[in-house]
C-alpha cells in the first residue's frame, strides 16, 4: 500500500522567511512518482511539481526549490523569501505506475505567512 | 482555454437523499477522475473514467457511482446520503490514464444534514 505522511499540520512564517514542508512517503514499488500541489481559499488543487523515482536531481523554480531524497523516503518543498499569497494548504501526494494517474494525498500542510 | 468546470459549486441535502455532482474536463482532455475531500484532509480517490468505463477505484461504497459522457464530461452519484459524506467533491482531468499532471476542478462542496 501507498500511504503520504506530512507531519506538520500548520507552519506560520512572518513575510520573507524561508520555509520547509517536510514529505515522507511509503511505497513498495520501485517506479512512482511525486507531486506537490497548492490548494488555496478557493479550493482548486493547483499543481506545483511531479518527479519520477528515478530522478532524484533537485529542482528550483522561482522561490521554489524541491529536495528528493530515496534514502530517507522524503520530498522536502521549500519556499524561499515567501509571501502572503504563498499561504494556502499544501499537499504531498504520490503516485504507482500500476495505478496510473491515481493519487494518494498525505493529509496537508497550512501555510500562513503573515505581513 | 476553460480548465476543469464543476457544478453546482454548493449543495445541501438531507440524510438518505440521492446527489449528483457535474464535471467538465479541460479542453483536450478524455480522463476523469474525482476525490472526496473531507474538512482538514487530504482528497481521496473515489474513481476514474476513460473512454466512458469506469477504470479504477478506490475504497468507496457502491452508494458511489459515476458515468462518463461521450464529450467526455462526467457525473459522480452518491445515493442513500450519510452525514459521512459531507466533503468537498474535486474532478481532475488528464488526458489519457498514465501517471501525469492533473488539472483539479474548485469543487462542490456537498453538506449532508
Known amino acids: 500500500a501507498q500511504k503520504v505522511t506530512q507531519a506538520q499540520t500548520e507552519i506560520s512564517v512572518v513575510e520573507k522567511e524561508d520555509v520547509t514542508l517536510d514529505c515522507v512517503y511509503e511505497t513498495r514499488d520501485t517506479t512512482y512518482y511525486l507531486f506537490w500541489y497548492k490548494q488555496p481559499p478557493s479550493g482548486e488543487l493547483v499543481f506545483l511539481i511531479r518527479?519520477?523515482?528515478?530522478?532524484?536531481q533537485n529542482e528550483i523554480s522561482g522561490r521554489y526549490s524541491w529536495n528528493f531524497q530515496k534514502s530517507t523516503s522524503s520530498f522536502n518543498f521549500t519556499i524561499t523569501a515567501s509571501q502572503v499569497v504563498d499561504s494556502a494548504v499544501y499537499f504531498c501526494a504520490l503516485s504507482v505506475m500500476e495505478y496510473g494517474n491515481k493519487l494518494v494525498f498525505g493529509a496537508g500542510t497550512i501555510l500562513r505567512v503573515k505581513s | 482555454d476553460a480548465g476543469v468546470t464543476q457544478s453546482p459549486t454548493h449543495l445541501i441535502k438531507t440524510r438518505g437523499q440521492q446527489v449528483t455532482l457535474r464535471c467538465s474536463p479541460k479542453?483536450?482532455?478524455?480522463?476523469v477522475s474525482w476525490y472526496q475531500q473531507a474538512l482538514g484532509q487530504g482528497p481521496q480517490f473515489i474513481f476514474q473514467?476513460?473512454?466512458?468505463?469506469?477504470?479504477q477505484r478506490g475504497n468507496f461504497p457502491d452508494r458511489f457511482s459515476g458515468h462518463q459522457f461521450p464529450n467526455y464530461s462526467s457525473e459522480l452519484n452518491v445515493n442513500a446520503l450519510l452525514l459521512g459524506d459531507s466533503a468537498l467533491y474535486l474532478c481532475?482531468?488528464?488526458?489519457?490514464?498514465?501517471?501525469?499532471?492533473?488539472?483539479f476542478g474548485s469543487g462542490t462542496q456537498l453538506s449532508v444534514l
Open positions: 481532475a482531468s488528464s488526458g489519457g490514464t498514465s501517471v501525469r499532471k492533473l488539472f
Open positions: 518527479r519520477n523515482s528515478f530522478d532524484e
Open positions: 473514467y476513460y473512454e466512458e468505463e469506469e477504470r
Open positions: 479542453s483536450g482532455h478524455d480522463t
